[in-house]
């Protein structure tokens, strides 16, 4: 029979910081031994402050925390024991903090180098069949020699994983594990998990409703969430675009081609990464990217961008000029707009949420100075959205939704001729992402190109009417 002894005890929690509204208020919880639990909640509930609280880094404002798991073992703090995976990796094994964001693209220096193998080896004691075992189960083991700088958003994710899994904790807490995974790969985590869980690994999530494994079998449905003005009908277009013209269902794409790739080959030594791709996108087109992990979406994103250097060996053309005849990367950058999972690891800098969403105008990760349209533009598109209340607080300190919602509007703020949104909606909550949907349909203009890709095809706006779907670097179906 399997003990229902208390591990850790919450009462009357509250935390406050003079930066933001309250976090938590007065929450009561128990977690006991045996028991799996699922904690949810919408976007800013307090997901992640409650994750630092449990590990003992942050103290409560009122209330008491505490831990009967150690009191087999003086001396000994909750962070020795609980391993917490947050959205990035910064830690003594790695930090994006040293790197840039196109280096992932190339063939990273031997001083910055850290194979996946390398990462899964630190700081561990497990032997190697068991590192061969949990890389083979989450479907990263053909990775191991790679440097860890070039894996996909989904591949470090199931990467960092696997290194928690490894490190043997008391307890792992999970924040949105399932993020950036395919169906395939969400699956096969969850069933991983829920064995980890049978054989008595404790575990706590911290995910979305609709993410909530079956084996979980407690949820905590945490109150309160980021309190977002209910956004005016009237949605505001940043300023300069005309808002005449037809709508988007019933509007035409034009003749005009934006990208055009005729037999495109990408490969890192012998392991070819896109091969033989030809496709066409007309200028206000809606284009949904769609294939499983490692299928070559972000490398497509990356010759599109400026980012990729094998473009130049490549037939890639966009709008209307092939990469490597005179533009500069800046010169392809000024035209398009960008969101990834990717592209939000790299911004380590201490920024307020608005200097955040300003440097879209530059296509930089660092503050530049502003004209007075780009200002009133870009608090326009936060008042809009409902956020402005939150311009001046420091990005760091909102929580992974709420910086993924003002990433989606510095990829927007100055309206690209091409969008690119890369699983733009990952940790918002449901009633967030119908209001972008609903945003993104009504306000691109006609002459706008939007390339959205996703692992969940309920996301996709109703107007993105294309399908191009990869599975192992080929296109294998386009509609």
Not at 49 to 59: E, M, P, Q, S, W
Not at 68 to 79: F, N, T
Not at 393 to 398: I, N, V
Request: with cysteine; glycine share 8%.
């Amino acid at each position: 029979m399997i003990s229902m002894r208390e591990l850790i005890r919450l009462r009357d929690i509250v935390v406050d910081r003079p930066s933001r509204p309250l976090l938590l208020d007065h929450l009561n919880w128990t977690f006991r031994e045996g028991e799996n639990w699922a904690i949810i909640g919408p976007t800013g509930c307090g997901k992640t402050t409650l994750a630092y609280l449990l590990l003992g880094k942050i103290r409560p404002s009122a209330g008491q925390i505490e831990w009967p798991m150690l009191d087999h073992a003086p001396g000994v703090s909750p962070a020795d024991v609980i391993e917490y995976l947050p959205f990035r990796e910064e830690s003594r094994r790695f930090s994006y903090h040293r790197h840039y964001y196109q280096q992932r693209f190339h063939f990273v220096e031997p001083q910055d180098d850290l194979s996946l193998d390398q990462f899964l080896r630190s700081g561990t004691v497990a032997e190697e069949n068991e590192l061969q075992a949990v890389a083979e189960a989450l479907g990263i083991e053909r990775h191991r020699r790679q440097s860890i700088i070039q894996l996909s958003n989904g591949q470090m994710r199931r990467a960092r994983i696997a290194r928690a899994l490894l490190s043997r904790p008391d307890l792992l807490i999970l924040d949105e594990p399932f993020l950036g995974l395919d169906r395939r790969g969400q699956a096969d985590l969850s069933r991983m998990l829920g064995e980890l869980a049978g054989q008595g690994q404790r575990l706590l999530l911290l995910t979305s409703q609709s993410d909530v494994p079956e084996w979980v079998t407690r949820i905590w449905d945490l109150p309160g969430g980021t309190s977002f003005p209910e956004p005016s009908n009237e949605l505001a277009r940043p300023a300069g675009v005309g808002s005449d013209g037809p709508t988007l269902a019933s509007r035409r794409g034009s003749v005009e081609p934006i990208i055009e790739m005729r037999g495109v080959q990408v490969a890192y030594g012998a392991n070819g990464v896109l091969t033989d791709v030809d496709w066409i996108v007309h200028r206000g087109e809606r284009w949904a990217i769609l294939g499983p992990n490692g299928a070559g979406k972000s490398t497509l994103l990356s010759l599109l961008c400026g980012d990729h250097p094998q473009a130049y060996s490549n037939d890639v053309r966009l709008f209307g000029r092939r990469r490597g005849t005179g533009e500069t990367i800046w010169d392809v950058k000024a035209r398009v707009g960008l969101v990834s999972p990717e592209l939000h690891l790299y911004f380590t800098f201490h920024l307020s949420a608005f200097e955040v969403v300003a440097t879209g105008w530059f296509d930089v990760v660092q503050p530049r100075p502003l004209s007075d349209d780009q200002r009133l533009t870009t608090m326009s598109l936060l008042r809009a959205w409902g956020l402005d209340h939150f311009a001046d607080r420091p990005f760091q300190q909102l929580s992974t939704g709420e910086q993924r919602l003002f990433l989606l509007a510095r990829a927007i703020v100055k309206s690209p001729e091409l969008l690119i949104l890369d699983e733009p909606f990952q940790g918002l909550d449901g009633s967030r992402v119908q209001f972008l949907r609903t945003w993104l349909d009504r306000q691109l203009t006609p002459a706008q190109t939007l390339l959205f890709v996703t692992h969940r095809e309920e996301e996709l706006p109703p107007s993105v009417s294309r399908r191009l779907i990869l599975d192992r670097g080929r296109i294998i179906s386009l509609r």
